[in-house]
């Protein structure tokens, strides 16, 4: 199969230009898995390793550490499968089924399965966080395993849960009481599921007979009783990694990789492995049936690498509507994400949204901006970075590369990706833009003003003049906005010195994008702090064509599983709105109306 033909530019097959990573839907056609294979470029290897990651906010934190320790092991001749476990990701599947966790130690041995079918025979597997604990149950019922890595490994499900549980209670507070499925901070567990997660320990896995074992261990945790029970029972090799609290638990939304261990896992996995080489033989499949409708639609996903910068893109579409999804007419919305998440957006959120869309003959794309997901290379010593160039670039591109029609295009986004939507709508013609939680209003910020505010440099002198010059614009900021009047302080706005709605909703008005923006109760404050209102009343008399659409609970990250329900009601009836003629009070009362599966 080949990628789909409106996303100009996209390689063969789903892959990148140079050969080397292909993205594929794999396992059985009524449920299939996505994945993401790195070939050595000569297509000969000396194994394979299969990655499989952690759930929830660490699975997004750490999604560039998987892909960079892919391309190491890549380098070293082997090949490398990453997926995602059934109903988490971009693969099919509710993530609060009750047998989800069957289905996630289903999925590895599919994983291992679909290796094995590309010639593969030497085969490793490295799990990270709960991906480690899951893994550790199965290796042993995967066939021969020459090397198993368990990365930071979660000892007892049962202690994972409840700090999880407890963090997302620190977080976001209390979710609906009468809701009696578990919230994990970027996951939700049916009860069921929760219990059987609950169960399983490292300690208590049967490890892989023959198979070398390295457990590479933090380090407040490797003279913990159960860690060293754990490393005993599984016979392992072990090594202490540093810093972990920055990549897979960072205070904010910098993930710092942690190169360094990274290259010692590949280099110890590629030890594992003999010098015999094996061409590989891989069966890709770039588009699949995802989900399904009630009245007997097929739900479609193709995969492909789009544009000169060769973004990473999967379009959701309605099967049988395919010869209109092909069409420039075709309704469309673009998905953006945000900070470090990839194209699957806020616990799942923009997967979610665009099988709901294509229920309703909406076209939808998601995609990840250059140093997020699966787009390039990540290179040593990558950082986190949002509102940049690259990003800005990205938004624009990805309009060109749909091939659709500015009259038929919504572009919606959460946090930087809001901003990005709105950026993108200044420079190209389209219909809507949906802004959820957006926290920035500027349309040319100063550096210094941005660098100081996202504080990306902490720790440096650096960091600490822009942290001090932050808390000092905000004391003086307060001031301010008592005494300076509005049309000064617009002004500021203008120079990208303060944050002020109007600065990016008058404009957006003026070119006639319909103007939709979610706030929670945090982002609602932050507007109103920055004169907000008083930009809506001044908009409003000018024929704002846009509406404000405000929460009473639930926080910025749309960790909250209410308000990210209430979010994707809200995208799909301004979709609806601007795309078809469906009533979008219809919209907004149906929560997914049409799916099944």
Same mark, same amino acid.
């Given at each position: 199969?080949?990628?789909?033909?409106?996303?100009?530019?996209?390689?063969?097959?789903?892959?990148?230009?140079?050969?080397?990573?292909?993205?594929?839907?794999?396992?059985?056609?009524?449920?299939?898995?996505?994945?993401?294979?790195?070939?050595?470029?000569?297509?000969?290897?000396?194994?394979?390793?299969?990655?499989?990651?952690?759930?929830?906010?660490?699975?997004?934190?750490?999604?560039?550490?998987?892909?960079?320790?892919?391309?190491?092991?890549?380098?070293?001749?082997?090949?490398?499968?990453?997926?995602?476990?059934?109903?988490?990701?971009?693969?099919?599947?509710?993530?609060?089924?009750?047998?989800?966790?069957?289905?996630?130690?289903?999925?590895?041995?599919?994983?291992?399965?679909?290796?094995?079918?590309?010639?593969?025979?030497?085969?490793?597997?490295?799990?990270?966080?709960?991906?480690?604990?899951?893994?550790?149950?199965?290796?042993?019922?995967?066939?021969?395993?020459?090397?198993?890595?368990?990365?930071?490994?979660?000892?007892?499900?049962?202690?994972?849960?409840?700090?999880?549980?407890?963090?997302?209670?620190?977080?976001?507070?209390?979710?609906?009481?009468?809701?009696?499925?578990?919230?994990?901070?970027?996951?939700?567990?049916?009860?069921?599921?929760?219990?059987?997660?609950?169960?399983?320990?490292?300690?208590?896995?049967?490890?892989?007979?023959?198979?070398?074992?390295?457990?590479?261990?933090?380090?407040?945790?490797?003279?913990?009783?159960?860690?060293?029970?754990?490393?005993?029972?599984?016979?392992?090799?072990?090594?202490?990694?540093?810093?972990?609290?920055?990549?897979?638990?960072?205070?904010?939304?910098?993930?710092?990789?942690?190169?360094?261990?990274?290259?010692?896992?590949?280099?110890?996995?590629?030890?594992?492995?003999?010098?015999?080489?094996?061409? =590989? *033989? &891989?069966?890709?499949?770039?588009? !699949? +049936? /995802?989900?399904?409708?009630?009245?007997?639609?097929? %739900? @479609?996903?193709?995969?492909?690498?789009?544009?000169?910068?060769?973004?990473?893109?999967?379009?959701?579409?309605?099967?049988?509507?395919?010869?209109?999804?092909?069409?420039?007419?075709?309704?469309?919305?673009?998905?953006?994400?945000?900070?470090?998440?990839?194209?699957?957006?806020?616990?799942?959120?923009?997967?979610?949204?665009?099988?709901?869309?294509?229920?309703?003959?909406?076209?939808?794309?998601?995609?990840?901006?250059?140093?997020?997901?699966?787009?390039?290379?990540?290179?040593?010593?990558?950082?986190?970075?949002?509102?940049?160039?690259?990003?800005?670039?990205?938004?624009?591109?990805?309009?060109?590369?749909?091939?659709?029609?500015?009259?038929?295009?919504?572009?919606?986004?959460?946090?930087?990706?809001?901003?990005?939507?709105?950026? =993108? *709508? &200044?420079?190209?013609?389209?219909? !809507? +833009? /949906?802004?959820?939680?957006?926290?920035?209003?500027? %349309? @040319?910020?100063?550096?210094?003003?941005?660098?100081?505010?996202?504080?990306?440099?902490?720790?440096?002198?650096?960091?600490?003049?822009?942290?001090?010059?932050?808390?000092?614009?905000?004391?003086?900021?307060?001031?301010?906005?008592?005494?300076?009047?509005?049309?000064?302080?617009?002004?500021?706005?203008?120079?990208?010195?303060?944050?002020?709605?109007?600065?990016?909703?008058?404009?957006?008005?003026?070119?006639?994008?319909?103007?939709?923006?979610?706030?929670?109760?945090?982002?609602?404050?932050?507007?109103?702090?920055?004169?907000?209102?008083?930009?809506?009343?001044?908009?409003?008399?000018?024929?704002?064509?846009?509406?404000?659409?405000?929460?009473?609970?639930?926080?910025?990250?749309?960790?909250?599983?209410?308000?990210?329900?209430?979010?994707?009601?809200?995208?799909?009836?301004?979709?609806?709105?601007?795309?078809?003629?469906?009533?979008?009070?219809?919209?907004?009362?149906?929560?997914?109306?049409?799916?099944?599966?």
């Amino acid at each position: 199969m080949t990628a789909h033909p409106d996303l100009a530019g996209s390689a063969s097959r789903g892959g990148r230009a140079d050969g080397t990573r292909f993205a594929t839907w794999f396992g059985p056609e009524n449920a299939p898995l996505f994945g993401v294979v790195d070939l050595p470029a000569d297509g000969r290897c000396r194994g394979a390793v299969v990655l499989c990651p952690p759930i929830g906010k660490e699975q997004v934190d750490s999604y560039r550490g998987m892909v960079y320790l892919a391309q190491q092991l890549r380098a070293r001749g082997l090949l490398v499968l990453r997926f995602d476990y059934r109903g988490t990701g971009d693969s099919p599947g509710a993530q609060d089924d009750s047998d989800a966790v069957a289905g996630w130690l289903d999925s590895i041995r599919t994983a291992v399965d679909y290796v094995r079918s590309c010639g593969i025979t030497d085969i490793g597997l490295v799990g990270l966080r709960v991906g480690a604990l899951l893994a550790a149950q199965v290796a042993a019922t995967c066939g021969p395993v020459r090397a198993v890595t368990l990365w930071d490994p979660v000892v007892r499900g049962r202690a994972y849960l409840r700090k999880q549980t407890a963090l997302h209670q620190m977080v976001v507070g209390p979710e609906d009481a009468d809701d009696p499925r578990v919230t994990l901070i970027g996951a939700v567990l049916a009860p069921a599921a929760a219990t059987a997660l609950s169960v399983m320990s490292l300690r208590a896995a049967t490890p892989p007979p023959g198979a070398k074992v390295l457990m590479a261990l933090r380090e407040s945790e490797v003279d913990s009783v159960g860690m060293r029970e754990a490393v005993a029972a599984w016979n392992a090799e072990n090594f202490t990694v540093h810093d972990y609290e920055s990549f897979l638990e960072p205070a904010d939304f910098v993930v710092r990789l942690p190169f360094g261990d990274i290259d010692r896992i590949a280099d110890w996995m590629s030890a594992s492995f003999g010098d015999h080489h094996t061409g =590989a *033989a &891989l069966d890709l499949r770039t588009t !699949a +049936v /995802v989900d399904g409708t009630l009245d007997g639609r097929q %739900i @479609t996903e193709t995969l492909g690498f789009a544009g000169v910068s060769e973004l990473f893109t999967i379009r959701t579409s309605v099967a049988a509507e395919r010869g209109a999804a092909n069409n420039p007419a075709a309704p469309t919305v673009i998905l953006h994400g945000t900070a470090n998440e990839h194209r699957v957006g806020p616990v799942r959120l923009w997967t979610e949204t665009a099988r709901e869309l294509a229920a309703h003959g909406i076209v939808s794309i998601r995609f990840d901006r250059r140093g997020t997901g699966d787009t390039g290379m990540v290179q040593h010593g990558e950082c986190t970075t949002i509102y940049t160039d690259e990003s800005r670039d990205d938004s624009v591109d990805i309009l060109s590369v749909s091939g659709a029609q500015p009259e038929s295009v919504v572009l919606a986004g959460m946090c930087s990706g809001a901003w990005n939507s709105s950026y =993108a *709508a &200044l420079r190209r013609p389209v219909r !809507a +833009v /949906v802004l959820v939680n957006m926290a920035d209003w500027t %349309i @040319t910020r100063k550096a210094f003003v941005k660098q100081s505010t996202m504080n990306a440099d902490r720790g440096s002198l650096k960091g600490a003049a822009l942290a001090l010059l932050h808390r000092h614009a905000a004391t003086a900021k307060k001031y301010l906005r008592v005494w300076m009047p509005y049309r000064c302080w617009l002004w500021l706005g203008r120079a990208g010195l303060l944050q002020v709605p109007e600065v990016m909703l008058a404009p957006l008005n003026d070119r006639g994008v319909h103007t939709t923006v979610l706030l929670s109760p945090i982002d609602y404050a932050a507007f109103v702090e920055n004169h907000g209102e008083r930009s809506l009343r001044r908009l409003r008399r000018a024929g704002w064509n846009g509406r404000l659409v405000t929460y009473p609970s639930g926080d910025h990250s749309l960790y909250s599983t209410a308000l990210r329900d209430r979010v994707l009601r809200d995208v799909l009836a301004t979709a609806l709105g601007e795309l078809t003629v469906d009533r979008v009070d219809d919209a907004r009362d149906a929560s997914r109306p049409e799916l099944v599966g």
